[in-house]
Every structure is written in structure tokens, then in C-alpha cells.
């Protein structure tokens, strides 16, 4: 049976991880692979790194970035963040990296998204959707969440579909950082609408969140961050509890 | 040990690269026939589209080389789907090893099927030391179905084979070099076969 997948990400500026990262026993909090080889035998099923840098020289770094990673973590690993181009895809797809996520760009020149799963294949490349409830609307953002597009979150993902696109991340602005639990309600109507897969992202605080994501929301997987960076939920524990509650996961 | 990767285009050939570095091997990326013939094991790796794919191996002339070798030979993911007869992607002729057709999902389930899932019923060498209900890493739209040929199946929208094998040719529609350390293992039993 297939699995829902466990997805911690992990944001990457010139190279080094950024927020901090509160592990015992790690020599290096800031150096990517040693993070990602301490999730990966944690039993995370996937990793996404989400380069943040705003130069070209910093971009450069990540690229270095994926090449270590590549060489030491077996298991699949998704690279996002300033992508634009199907040059930037070859470049990250050479360097190691599993899967690309675009956003803005997608946006921006929705086209861009046919040019890359016709040249690279659709299950290398994931379209991140940032959206934000407005007035009962779900309105997608760009530019990291900062600038409201005219898209409707529904309408959008259904186009990044046919467009060619492989996996959704959807990342709901309004439950981002607050701990309170995944977007349900919008995450049930994609899933149910799209018949390609989706991960549920924004809004994880406890483990009962990730039971509703899968249960309420049903994502194919779930991404956090900060609850794994700090500890506060640890994988094995998480996938025990979500074999509990009769969700297949991996162990 | 020697060991190649077959490289006939685009896409993530490094992780096997790598994978075989881990296991403390090396695999040399190449499309020289010369090389490929005097290899002790051949990787037949899956790039992106199964018609297009086919091109790049007829551009090559791979196409001819591969079914006549003769050393253990591993297809993944679209490496396996190509050494099948047929493939619905793209109505692909593909390279008649496997004796079964590779078709499309259905609209039952998502597609493509992305995630870890278990390969069961093992029926090969190279899984020794790998337990049935395994969990194993794939992405793909296309399955092959079962046939004679089948040395493990796995369930999504229907039953199908993950992994063929024909004499020397083995074909897996999992990423063993994603899969984790029982990925490793497989790798390694690869490359120990006799």
C-alpha cells in the first residue's frame, strides 16, 4: 500500500540551513547534510530545501549544497526557491537534486510549467502554491507570500494540473507559523478535485495536526518545519501514532 | 568491479552514481558502446518520456546494443518500462526483454503514484536479505503488468510487476538509490549476483 509521507523542510541561505535548528549531538546545526542524514534515518520520507538566498552568488552555493547531499542521503529530496528557467531545473536535476518546486515563476509565466514536465518529465517537478483566505476566498501569493496575485487557489491548482505539473505543495498563509493545525477544508476540496497528489504544508503544531491533515485534509504528505527543527515532534513517535489512528506509513 | 551507468540524456543519473559510491563501488557514466559491452554490470537508468527516451537510445544506437548483452543488466524505472515490448506512453516499441506491456494508471488514483510503497512476493537473488513487504521509493504514471517474467508485485489501482527479470536482465520500477538502506541492498546484491 502506498504511504503518506512524512516531509521535513529545511531553508537553505549560501549554503547553510537557516532558522535554528535545536538537535542534540549535532556538530553542526547550519550544515545541510548532516541534517538531512540525521531526518533521513529518522525515517522522513522525503526532504525539501527551500533556498532563500537573494544573490547569484548565494544560489551558486546551493549547488554545491545539492551535489553533497546527493552523495550522502538515500532518500529523495526536493530543491525550491528562485527557480526560473529550464536551465535552473537542468542545472539542480544534475547536481543530484530529485524534484524542483517553482512558484512565483509559475505565476508569473505559467507556460513554464509545460516547458519543464515536457523537457524533464512531470514527477521531477512540484508546483509550491502559497494561498491566504481573503473574505472566504483563497487568494494565491507570490514573492514569498508578500504579494497577492488574482488567482483563485482552486482554480489555479487545476491549471497547474493540466499545465503538466506532478505534486502540489500547498502552503496555507493563514495557518503558516501558528501552530494550530493544517488548512483542512481547502486541502480536502483540492484533494478531492486534482488527481495528482498533494502536500499539506503550514499550520503543524502536534501530532493529532498531521492525523487531521491525512484524515480531513487528505494530503498525500505532510511538511513541516519548526516542529521537527526544534524537536518538539519527533518522526519515529509521529508515524507510530499515525499507524495508531490507521494511516500507512512507513516504519 | 566494473560497473556503468548507461547515459543516453537529461535527468538525476548522479544519485545512482552516488549510491554505488556509498556502497564503497564507483559506476562510470557513459554511452560508448565499447564501454558498455565491457562492463561487468550495466545500470539502464529511466529519463522522462518513454518515446522520447526511445529516440535518444536509437540516436545512440543503444537500442540494438543493449538487448544483445550479456553481463547482469539493471533497468530502473523507465529503464525497466523500455525493455518491455510495449509501452502506452507515447505508443513506444520498446525493446521486447520483458515479455509484458507497460500501461497507463488509471484515473482511480493519483497520478503519478509518488511515495514509498511495499514490494512483495520476492522471487530473485537480487532481493536477498530484503524482507517481503519491503518499502521501496517510485514515481511513475506507467506500470507493467504482471506476467511470467515477474520477480515482485506491488498494489496501486491494480496489481502489478516492480520488479522483471529475463536471464541477465533485471528491471525494477523503484529508485533503489532513493530507497533508502534496503535500496542499498539491492544494489548491492546486484552487484553481487553470479
Known sequence: ?251 | MNVVIIDYGAGNIKSLQYAFNRLGSSAILTNSPEKIKAADRVIFPGVGQASSAMKMLQKNKLDHLIPTLTQPVLGICLGMQLLCNTSEEGNTKGLGIFDTQVKQFSKNVKVPQVGWNTIENLKSDLFKSINDKAYMYLVHSYYAAINYQTIAHTSYDTIYASALQHNNFYGVQFHPEKSGDVGAQLLKNFLELD
Open chain 1, 1 to 251: 500500500m502506498l504511504t503518506k509521507r512524512i516531509i521535513p523542510c529545511l531553508d537553505i541561505k549560501n549554503g547553510r540551513t537557516v532558522k535554528g535548528v535545536n538537535f542534540k549531538g549535532l556538530r553542526d546545526a547550519g550544515d545541510p547534510v548532516e541534517l538531512a542524514k540525521r531526518y533521513a534515518n529518522m525515517g522522513a520520507d522525503e526532504l525539501v530545501f527551500l533556498d532563500i538566498s537573494a544573490t547569484l552568488e548565494e544560489r551558486n552555493t546551493t549547488l554545491d549544497m545539492v551535489l553533497k547531499v546527493a552523495e550522502q542521503i538515500n532518500i529523495p529530496f526536493t530543491v525550491g526557491g528562485g527557480i526560473s528557467s529550464v536551465a535552473d531545473v537542468d542545472r539542480l536535476l544534475k547536481s543530484g537534486a530529485d524534484k524542483i518546486s517553482i512558484n512565483s515563476s509559475a505565476i508569473k509565466q505559467p507556460a513554464l510549467i509545460n516547458e519543464l514536465s515536457n523537457t524533464f518529465g512531470n514527477q521531477c517537478i512540484t508546483v509550491a502554491i502559497d494561498a491566504k483566505e481573503i473574505n472566504g476566498e483563497w487568494i494565491v501569493h507570490l514573492a514569498g507570500g508578500h504579494i497577492p496575485s488574482k488567482l483563485n487557489l482552486f482554480e489555479w491548482a487545476k491549471e497547474v494540473e493540466r499545465r503538466g505539473a506532478g505534486e502540489i505543495l500547498f502552503t496555507s498563509m493563514n495557518n503558516d507559523g501558528t501552530k494550530l493545525g493544517f488548512a483542512n477544508k481547502a486541502l480536502g476540496q483540492l484533494s478531492s478535485t486534482l488527481n495528482i497528489p498533494i502536500i499539506a504544508s503550514g499550520g503543524a503544531g502536534t501530532i493529532q495536526h498531521f492525523i487531521d491533515s491525512f484524515k480531513k485534509g487528505k494530503a498525500d504528505a505532510a511538511l513541516a518545519a519548526s516542529v521537527f527543527h526544534f524537536n518538539e515532534i519527533t518522526i519515529p513517535a509521529l508515524k507510530k501514532e499515525l499507524q495508531n489512528n490507521g494511516i500507512p506509513v512507513r516504519l
